[in-house]
């Protein structure tokens, strides 16, 4: 997926996500956190001529990638523990019983934090 297709569907999910409520819609912000992430990861990887703009690695590939491939040098095992720590809110929320507004808080900081860091990279 090209990088403006990225930055498109960032803005779209993050329209979306600016709607909801910690509380009411926590698994809905989980999940939205790890798909913008996903994208902001992937438009990074572009922009730094890392991964070919035909490719785009899944967000379920995204953690172990990074630590592999080290695409963002030192700065991949940090990113690849961000990703991670959003994947694993993901079961007890969108599969399980949890209710808790506070894991959507978490997931959104760690969301910021990877913004922060792909944006730096998108926009160098």
């Known amino acids: 997926m090209k990088i403006e297709n990225h930055l498109e569907k960032i803005e779209n999910l993050t329209g979306t996500l600016s709607k909801l409520d910690?509380?009411?819609d926590h698994e809905t912000i989980v999940e939205l956190s790890v798909l913008i992430s996903a994208h902001y990861i992937n438009a990074a990887l572009h922009s730094t001529g890392r991964l070919r703009p035909d490719?785009?690695?899944k967000?379920?590939?995204i953690p172990g990638t990074l630590k592999r491939?080290?695409?963002f040098d030192e700065d991949s095992i940090n990113i690849s523990i961000l990703f991670q720590?959003?994947?694993d809110m993901r079961p007890g929320q969108v599969y399980g019983t949890g209710k808790n507004g506070k894991t959507a808080e978490q997931a959104l900081?760690?969301?910021a934090k990877i913004r922060e860091f792909?944006?730096?990279l998108?926009?160098?």
Do not use: M
């Open 109 to 111: 900081e760690i969301l």
């Open 22 to 24: 910690n509380n009411e």
């Open 118 to 120: 792909s944006e730096g």
């Open 59 to 61: 967000h379920n590939k």
């Open 55 to 57: 490719k785009d690695i």
């Open 69 to 71: 491939d080290k695409y």
């Open 122 to 124: 998108i926009y160098a």
């Open 85 to 87: 720590e959003l994947e």
